[in-house]
């Protein structure tokens, strides 16, 4: 099966070595180059690769609005981020929007090769300990909200991030156009639920669940 490849980076270097590298593979077709992230829009949804290989920093639109408008289109090609250095805030952002390979530029060729096999074959590949403590992060979360999801109603766990926001009572039933009553019930239900005594505990349960 022929994987096929649209790479965006907007150093000539870096491009010129990637292309390469794919070029060396047989079961690799390079479909398009791109420069920015535009063009790398335009690629994805001119010829709908299995993969996009594109750099975190580039002109126009960086990597991360690319990953946002896929993830907006719901286009099917699985995206790997290719960076100099990732934060654990744009690696959590990305994971949150499907992304599957994250990549860092000193890895060796060879490994490259490797982590887009397996993103094209649905598996997960992530790169040093930022982006491992982004993913271990979001798996957390990811836990904690089945776990609370299990006990609470949305509209509960609306009410219960708004708690730990800061609002009150008042300012709950003017955002969710309830009255101040239907609030102080599904509050008790909360507590009832969460065996919580006030909205302190509350607080800090939201906090320990990452709702907050």
């Not at 390079?30 to 010829?47: F, K, P, S, T, Y």
């Not at 993969?51 to 991360?64: A, E, H, N, S, T």
Request: glycine fraction near 6%; proline fraction near 3%; charged fraction near 25%.
């Amino acid at each position: 099966m022929t994987i096929r490849v649209v790479l965006a980076d907007d150093h000539p270097i870096v491009m010129d070595g990637l292309e390469s590298l794919f070029r060396l593979e047989p079961d690799f077709q390079i479909v398009a180059r791109c420069q920015n992230g535009d063009e790398a829009l335009h690629a994805v949804r001119r010829h709908r690769p299995d993969v996009l290989i594109v750099d975190l920093r580039m002109p126009k639109l960086d990597g991360m609005a690319v990953v946002r408008s896929l993830h907006e289109e719901k286009l099917p090609t699985r995206v790997i981020l290719l960076a100099g250095a990732i934060d654990r805030t744009d690696a959590l952002e990305a994971l949150r929007l499907g992304v599957r390979g994250m990549v860092l530029k000193e890895l060796a060729p060879r490994l490259l090769i490797q982590c887009v096999r397996k993103v094209h074959a649905g598996e997960t590949w992530v790169e040093k300990s930022s982006v491992t403590g982004a993913l271990e992060t979001l798996l957390r979360r990811e836990a904690a909200m089945r776990e609370v999801g299990a006990h609470l109603t949305p509209r509960e766990i609306e009410l219960v991030r708004m708690v730990a926001g800061g609002l009150r009572n008042r300012q709950m039933a003017q955002q969710l156009s309830i009255t101040e009553g239907t609030v102080k019930i599904h509050l008790h239900n909360v507590y009832q639920k969460l065996k919580v005594e006030n909205r302190v505990q509350l607080v800090l349960y939201a906090q320990s669940k990452g709702l907050v």
